[in-house]
């Protein structure tokens, strides 16, 4: 009779541990495999000590009850270790509270009773004294034995959630007044260690240049996996829909992560990754929590989810405070055109540097970029931000890590170079300045569009005993490099006190030869065709007449009136048969007649003195349309004092 239910239950224990042997082989969760595995071994032991007694030999033995006392161990390891069932012995502090006054109340009881028998008449008047006196203690030791039990109970029966508690409170405390990204960091993962007793942390933080997740902290310097999550991961998306933590079956089985690339799952395999918790602010997720398996290889239950979203919900606000606030640090020293350091940074780093390297050698780069304001002029504020933001990549090119990159101001830069000689600073001054030059210089710019650099150099403490000197020899070596005719790098040494005079003299010392110079190239010119020079001097009377009647002031006179003498001075370079022709130019003749215009420029720009007038000169023959020549300004875009000039000229 029992033969068709043993071959009945026969049939049911191989089904289920075929499909069990199926999963734990498609699985890469080492936990429920655990488990599966251990309540599969006490099943077949139970059916083989069951069979047993179809033997006579055996059921003779209690072989079953041996088999069931093996299976039972093997399912309470199952739970104990991989939590198959979630299993908790509730022992309430109140139980155990109660549990002591009763105690203390017995105690109390028995001690005057006893002392009640065998004290001897003559001291029976203490005894009201003694009942007193152990009533009083009695009172005074429930609160304290309160506590103690509370504590007991926590650690005998709770233990997991009083760890827990414990390293809650402890991070809370820790990082509520706390703006140290870093700090905050490290505390989180200590927490998450010390509560959950993971093996290895990682956090990722979100980059704000490139939005990807990078691993910004790890609970071990050993353990640095190659993390990267970019912000059109699955995972991300899906813990932006469900706002809660993923577990390493999920990543596996649910059906929205079949389209991560299996390199990406093979990364979170390799690392071991079994929890992901998001960290949020504002529906935005800042970074993320990541556990490899716990030290006794115990599985997480959802309890401890509910721990690390507490954790992560608790740390967003801190995380994005620190993120803010170290930002707001960087854009205080930081110039937000080049990221570069600013003069303030400039001022604080200088004077750091100076007290760190002692005795050594330290030099100081002062860059200043030629003729930048005419740059702007003629190109406009947004070619020029271009300009300084690639000389700021020219420099972190050529620096990298040796040294301190500032904007000092405006079109200025310097480059403090600690453990750097005068020698060594120079190679390094001349790499940036002919990168610079070669960088700008353009060959097919009709305009000749190219900027260069002067460089000074100054070297502590060869060259200055301090800070101060330090910046203003550097400054001046810069001046003297511009006066000596720009494009050039200039050292520092003492006879620049006696041979240089000071740069805001430099000036007043060339003003005198304007006339001279400008009348110099006017006689060339006439030399070539007298009318040209005719010409010129009669849009100079014109435009001054325009000046006046608009109220201009006498520094905008003098300017449009030297550009009137100088804007046709490029056509020395035309050919004197079509200067002089009297008959309609061809199209080749009018072009090249339009080259003066270049032409002019190349020539002023050999004059330092006079580059003020290059606005109005290379503009006076652009249109209102846009349809003039060489740029093709329209409008607004022409210089003012190159609307002057075309007025006069036309």
């Known amino acids: 009779m029992a033969a068709p239910l043993y071959v009945f239950a026969l049939a049911m224990i191989i089904s289920t541990l075929f499909k069990a042997g199926r999963n734990i082989r498609s699985s890469n969760d080492a936990n429920p495999n655990g488990s599966i595995k251990l309540v599969c071994f006490g099943i077949t032991i139970v059916f083989i000590g069951t069979m047993g007694n179809l033997v006579p030999a055996l059921g003779q033995y209690p072989v079953e009850l041996f088999a069931s006392f093996i299976n039972a161990f093997l399912l309470m390891i199952a739970i104990y270790k991989y939590r198959l069932v979630e299993l908790r012995f509730m022992v309430t502090r109140g139980l155990v509270s109660a549990l002591f006054i009763i105690l203390?109340?017995?105690?109390?009881?028995?001690?005057?009773?006893?002392?009640?028998?065998?004290?001897?008449?003559?001291?029976?008047?203490?005894?009201?004294?003694?009942?007193?006196?152990?009533?009083?203690?009695?009172?005074?030791?429930?609160?304290?034995?309160?506590?103690?039990?509370?504590?007991?109970?926590?650690?005998?029966?709770?233990?997991?959630?009083?760890?827990?508690?414990?390293?809650?409170?402890?991070?809370?405390?820790r990082i509520s007044n706390n703006l140290d990204l870093d700090s905050i960091a490290r505390e989180l993962i200590e927490a998450v260690q010390l509560g959950l007793n993971a093996t290895h942390v990682l956090l990722l933080q979100k980059d704000e240049e490139n939005k990807h997740y990078n691993v910004f902290a790890t609970s071990s310097q050993l353990y640095q996996p190659a993390l990267q999550l970019s912000p059109d991961n699955p995972i991300i998306k899906w813990m932006h829909d469900n706002n809660a933590g993923l577990t390493r079956g999920q990543l596996y089985y649910h059906p929205i992560f079949k389209s991560m690339w299996e390199s990406e799952k093979e990364q979170l395999y390799q690392a071991g990754i079994e929890l992901i918790i998001p960290i949020k602010v504002r529906d935005k997720i800042i970074a993320l929590l990541m556990l490899t398996r716990r030290k006794n290889n115990v599985a997480y239950t959802l309890d401890d989810l509910d721990l690390l979203s507490y954790l992560g919900a608790s740390s967003a606000v801190a995380f994005e405070n620190a993120r803010l606030y170290t930002r707001s640090q960087a854009d205080a020293?930081?110039?937000?055109?080049?990221?570069?350091?600013?003069h303030r940074y400039f001022?604080?780093?200088?004077?750091?540097?100076?007290?760190?390297?002692?005795?050594?050698?330290?030099?100081?780069?002062?860059?200043?970029?030629?003729?930048?304001?005419?740059?702007?002029?003629?190109?406009?504020?947004?070619?020029?931000?271009?300009?300084?933001?690639?000389?700021?990549d020219i420099l972190r090119r050529n620096v990298n890590n040796r040294g301190i990159i500032c904007r000092y101001g405006g079109e200025e830069f310097t480059v403090i170079l600690p453990y750097f000689d005068s020698r060594s600073a120079h190679a390094l001054a001349e790499k940036i300045r002919t990168d610079i030059e070669t960088s700008f210089f353009n060959v097919n710019d009709v305009t000749q569009r190219f900027l260069t650099a002067s460089v000074g150099i100054c070297t502590y403490p060869h060259g200055a005993p301090n800070t101060e000197e330090l910046l203003k020899r550097a400054d001046l070596a810069m001046y003297t490099a511009k006066n000596q005719g720009k494009n050039q790098t200039v050292i520092y040494t003492p006879r620049f006190i006696?041979?240089?005079?000071?740069?805001?003299?430099?000036?007043?010392?060339?003003?005198?030869?304007?006339?001279?110079t400008i009348y110099a190239l006017a006689a060339a010119i006439d030399a070539k065709d007298h009318y040209t020079f005719g010409h010129s001097q009669r849009v100079a009377n014109y435009v001054t007449i325009l000046a006046d009647e608009m109220c201009l002031d006498k520094a905008h006179i003098d300017i449009l009136q030297e550009a009137a003498l100088l804007h046709d001075i490029g056509?020395?370079?035309?050919?004197?048969?079509?200067?002089?022709?009297?008959?309609?130019?061809?199209?080749?003749?009018?072009?090249?007649?339009?080259?003066?215009?270049?032409?002019?420029?190349?020539?002023?720009?050999?004059?330092?003195?006079?580059?003020?007038?290059?606005?109005?000169?290379?503009?006076?023959?652009?249109?209102?349309?846009?349809?003039?020549?060489?740029r093709g300004l329209k409008g607004e875009n022409i210089p003012f004092t190159a609307r002057c000039l075309a007025i006069a000229d036309a």
């Open 104 to 173: 203390l109340i017995i105690a109390y009881i028995f001690s005057v009773i006893y002392i009640e028998k065998h004290i001897s008449a003559q001291y029976q008047s203490i005894i009201p004294y003694y009942t007193t006196l152990v009533a009083l203690a009695v009172a005074i030791t429930i609160q304290p034995l309160f506590k103690l039990s509370t504590r007991l109970v926590d650690k005998m029966f709770y233990k997991t959630e009083y760890t827990q508690r414990q390293a809650l409170r402890a991070f809370s405390t």
């Open 333 to 342: 020293i930081t110039d937000s055109l080049t990221k570069l350091y600013n």
């Open 347 to 392: 001022c604080q780093a200088l004077s750091e540097q100076m007290d760190k390297i002692g005795t050594a050698e330290l030099s100081l780069l002062m860059i200043d970029l030629d003729l930048f304001k005419l740059y702007n002029d003629l190109y406009g504020h947004f070619e020029g931000d271009r300009a300084l933001a690639m000389v700021a």
């Open 498 to 516: 006696k041979d240089n005079p000071s740069p805001f003299d430099v000036e007043d010392i060339y003003r005198p030869n304007y006339t001279a």
């Open 571 to 630: 056509k020395l370079g035309i050919p004197e048969n079509i200067l002089t022709k009297t008959g309609k130019l061809t199209t080749e003749e009018y072009d090249a007649v339009k080259k003066h215009v270049e032409l002019s420029i190349t020539i002023i720009k050999h004059l330092p003195t006079l580059n003020h007038v290059i606005p109005a000169v290379i503009g006076h023959h652009e249109r209102w349309d846009g349809k003039g020549y060489p």
